[in-house]
């Protein structure tokens, strides 16, 4: 263009003496406009402007499409600057600047297709994502109830509520077609999982109301236990039992109730200790005096007159008892020695009956009668057996007759 635009004609337009402003393109002259509040030179300069700015805003589309930054209306907006250079009201270099844009079309063409595209890959992700956000909220609505851990449960549901807000907004161009289906699916499985939390919390609150009650009883039966009585122990672990099968009244009713029922159990614990402290200390001389009975009972584990050790251990056995009662703990180390003794007793008994049992004295002399007939006959075959000198027969019947020889003597004790 030329330079000089303040002077009243140049080579792209003309001002007439009414102020009227003309430019000329290859297809002609044609008025742009009117300039009646000036000079001819301020009315040329006025539409040159206008042409200078409309070829800034052509540079800065060329550019932005060069470095592909023009949006996604490249195409609406090539049209648009298209349409502008054509109905100008501006005087410039018209025919250049239709040939400077028309030069870039096919690269408007590739941009459009990019980004078509790149909306299409766009639209598929969203739909994905939010298919997947649909698919992790249905999964969470098909467990069970009683199974949720329904804080962490309720967290993630607003989670998925939240990205599902995200991509609703970063991407408004979803079809309606695809997003009412997705969205009915998710609403669905929201309020079923809002349903069953509501059920399952009333569920808990209704149990923890009867745990409540159940375990405020058993805290009064607590209290109505003499903690002096020997059996208040038993009876308190038999409530313990109660409670811990009574359930969960909350997590803050529980900690002031067990506080109250525990209480009750440290005093009966705590008098049990003292009482046991005291049958301990009452214990010592009864135990001591046991000792000295079972000392000399234990005697009697190196005797064989049964009858004088029964009548000895009827005696340590009638001292042990009057000495006195003990608690078994306490004692039972002493009445496994005194059963020891007793058990000793009765095996010396044992014995003598079995050593004097006439049928099985009976029974043994017959044996030892035909054991030594053996013997006798295999004698008279070892003489006989040895002038034949059979070394082989000879060792065979020593052997014989050397283990009958045992047996008769092991019956004969």
Not at 311 to 330: D, I, N, T, W, Y
Not at 349 to 357: A, F, I, M, T, V
């Amino acid at each position: 263009m030329d330079d000089n635009t303040t002077v009243p004609t140049n080579e792209w337009g003309r001002v007439d003496d009414e102020l009227n402003v003309y430019v000329i393109t290859k297809d002609g002259e044609r008025e742009v406009g009117q300039f009646p509040d000036g000079t001819k030179e301020e009315a040329l300069e006025f539409f040159s402007k206008r042409f200078t700015d409309l070829e800034a805003q052509v540079d800065v589309f060329i550019s932005r499409l060069e470095h592909k930054t023009v949006g996604r209306n490249v195409a609406k907006l090539y049209s648009e600057l298209q349409e502008a250079i054509t109905s100008a009201k501006a005087v410039g270099d018209l025919d250049s600047l239709t040939a400077k844009l028309a030069a870039v079309e096919p690269a408007v063409t590739e941009v459009t297709k990019e980004l078509r595209e790149a909306s299409k890959q766009a639209l598929q992700e969203t739909i994905q994502k939010r298919e997947e956000i649909v698919l992790a909220i249905e999964k969470l609505a098909q467990k069970d109830p009683k199974t949720v851990q329904w804080k962490q449960t309720t967290q993630k549901i607003n989670e998925l509520f939240d990205q599902w807000k995200a991509e609703q907004a970063a991407h408004r161009r979803v079809p309606s077609n695809i997003t009412d289906p997705l969205w009915k699916r998710f609403r669905a499985a929201k309020n079923q999982l809002e349903s069953s939390r509501k059920e399952f919390f009333s569920t808990m609150e209704a149990t923890q109301k009867l745990a409540r009650k159940a375990k405020q009883e058993l805290i009064e039966k607590a209290k109505a236990l003499d903690p002096s009585d020997t059996k208040a122990v038993v009876a308190y672990r038999n409530l313990l039992n109660d409670w811990k099968a009574a359930g969960r009244a909350g997590h803050k009713i529980d900690d002031e109730l067990w506080a109250q029922f525990n209480a009750v159990g440290d005093s009966i614990f705590t008098a049990k200790k003292d009482l046991d402290a005291q049958v301990e200390k009452a214990s010592e001389e009864i135990l001591a005096k046991r000792d000295e009975i079972l000392a000399s009972a234990e005697e009697l584990l190196t005797s064989k007159d049964v009858e004088d050790a029964k009548s000895k251990l009827r005696a340590f056995q009638s001292q042990f008892e009057k000495a006195g009662f003990v608690p078994r703990h306490l004692g039972k180390s002493q009445e496994q020695r005194l059963a020891k003794v007793e058990a000793y007793v009765r095996g010396l008994e044992q014995k003598l009956w079995n050593d004097s049992d006439p049928e099985k004295l009976e029974r043994a002399s017959s044996a030892a009668k035909q054991l030594e007939d053996t013997i006798a006959t295999l004698e008279a075959d070892l003489e006989s057996a040895k002038q034949g000198k059979d070394k082989k027969h000879i060792k065979e019947l020593e052997e014989a007759i050397s283990a009958r020889k045992l047996w008769l003597d092991a019956i004969s004790k």
